[in-house]
């Protein structure tokens, strides 16, 4: 494949994440930020928000197994998870750890565990997106510094 090909790819495989909804303009501010030095920049900070949300939805799901629900502490967790997917741009798993959070506050136990799991597959979905984006973008080598994208 055409060098300049597979870059178009490349950009309408980030375009599709933002058309989509997968992802905010957060994520472009970290893109401005990679460089020469650390072309992988925001490879290794959403390899990071991997790592360590992963850890989190853990707590969650073994908070809500409990029989006694603890609202402040599971929103206490998803309170944390939120933070760090704001920090990527994550806009579609931000949301649901925002539905989730109005259910704790709620003390809707059922309107937890449901949206929970919506998490889960919106996160998942995203990882994999993600990781077929980095995969394709370390094939063909650096790219151009970031633009905003035409939204």
């Excluded at 933070?83 to 994550?90: F, H, L, M, N, R």
């Excluded at 109005?102 to 919506?118: M, P, S």
């Excluded at 984006?133 to 080598?141: H, K, L, P, T």
Aim: proline share 1%; aromatic share 10%; net charge neutral.
């Amino acid at each position: 494949m055409e060098r300049n090909q597979m870059h178009r790819q490349l950009a309408n495989m980030r375009k599709a994440l933002f058309d989509q909804g997968y992802l905010d303009e957060q994520f472009v501010q970290l893109e401005e930020l990679q460089d020469d030095v650390n072309p992988n920049f925001v490879e290794e900070i959403v390899t990071l928000f991997y790592r360590d949300s992963t850890r989190l939805i853990l707590n969650i799901e073994q908070a809500l197994e409990k029989s006694s629900l603890d609202f402040s502490k599971l929103d206490t967790y998803m309170h944390q998870l939120k933070g760090k997917t704001t920090s990527i741009g994550a806009i579609r798993v931000k949301n649901e750890c925002t539905q989730f959070a109005d259910y704790c506050n709620a003390g809707n136990g059922e309107g937890c565990k449901r949206t929970f799991q919506q998490l889960k597959k919106e996160y998942s979905t995203l990882k994999k997106k993600l990781e077929t984006y980095f995969q394709f973008a370390r094939q063909i080598g650096p790219v151009e510094t970031a633009c905003r994208s035409s939204n």
